[in-house]
């Protein structure tokens, strides 16, 4: 049995970044981007007003003590091409986005201007040099560095990307997943239940988790603990998956055949079995580049193992290096007696400041985990944790 830290080292070590594939801004969120990117243009390109108003340019020579009036020699609005320079004295009414005309000291905005006939009226102390500018390159300049590979791509990057008029780009490929449930007990929601018989629940919340995290699953599947059928469905998801996901059968019973199976199928273990709690059957290997998770059976370990190594395998495969559940530090809301010597992740709900440990942390019990927004992570040591006391804190997604 190996620790939580040292099974999470090897994990990362034995998981590579999937190739490179190129994909329209538009469908790029969610992936990591696969390359630095250098901006191709300033963004803006082009100086430009922050508001509607005037542009003005101060008169010559300048000796105004209270406001100042200004000659409208024009009108630009946001599209047009910039007009002339300004000369002293004059201003043109300029709207958001319009190009700033030459010679501009700064933009006055409109409720701080009165305007009569041709001229425009303003308040010295509305002057400021420079203001409501928005300068050529303010965001960026041309030839500098946009975004950093592996950054990973939101909606904000999808704009800001098209903003330096990129179409393209590459990011690291996602992993294609098989989700294989194991068990003869196992039935599908919606059959009734012969006496023995339990509903099968672990595809629905992983497959949920796959896709909530972005992924998505290639094929789903249930199977008797049957060794030849196990083994036949397994070698099919494996030939056609990066990643193949079993849950159940990997503990010491006599009808847990899938340790088994894998070695046959010539998947070469990295690890089995984790001083954790819940979760400590989990097995990971790998047969070439493809990854085998065989997760335990029981419906909150095989989501908690899950959640924090199968996630983070996902997360480094597709090019992310933000890896894994985001982590924090928060003060418990009560004492905690920690039993055991094994580490433990925990249910746990974040309240305000704080976090909450919830009822129910058996390894079968999914409904303490259906309202936890976090895992609380406790090292292995036995020990009470007193209210107030810091736990790392993993928050699930939302
Ligand atoms: P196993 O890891 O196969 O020994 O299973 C441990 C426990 O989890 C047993 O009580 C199983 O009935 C239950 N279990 C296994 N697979 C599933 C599943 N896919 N859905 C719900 N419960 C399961
Ligand atoms: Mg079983």
Known sequence: MISVEEAKQLLLENVGILSAITVEVADASGYALEENIIAPTDSPPFSQSAMDGFAVCLPEPFDATEAVKFMIIGETKAGDSPTEALLPGTAVRIFTGAPIPENTYCVVMQEKTTTINNKVEIALSALHKASNIRLKACEITKGTRAANKGMP????????LSTLGITHT????????????T??????????LAPGQIYESNSFALQSAIKQCGYHTLTIDTVADEESELMDKARKMLNESDVLILSGGISVGKYDLVAGVLQNLGVKKIFYKIAQKPGKPLYFGKQGEKLVFALPGNPAAALVCFYEYVLPALHKMSGHTRIGLRSIRLPLSKDFLVKGDRALFLKAVVEGEMVGITEGQESNILMSFAVADALVYIPAGERIISKGGMVEVHLLPT
Request: aromatic share 6%; glycine share 10%; with cysteine.
């Open 153 to 160: 791509i939101n909606p904000a990057m999808c704009g800001f």
């Open 183 to 192: 068990g003869n007990e196992l039935k599908k929601p919606g059959a009734v």
């Open 170 to 181: 590459q990011v690291a490929r996602k992993p294609f997943i098989s989700v294989l449930t």
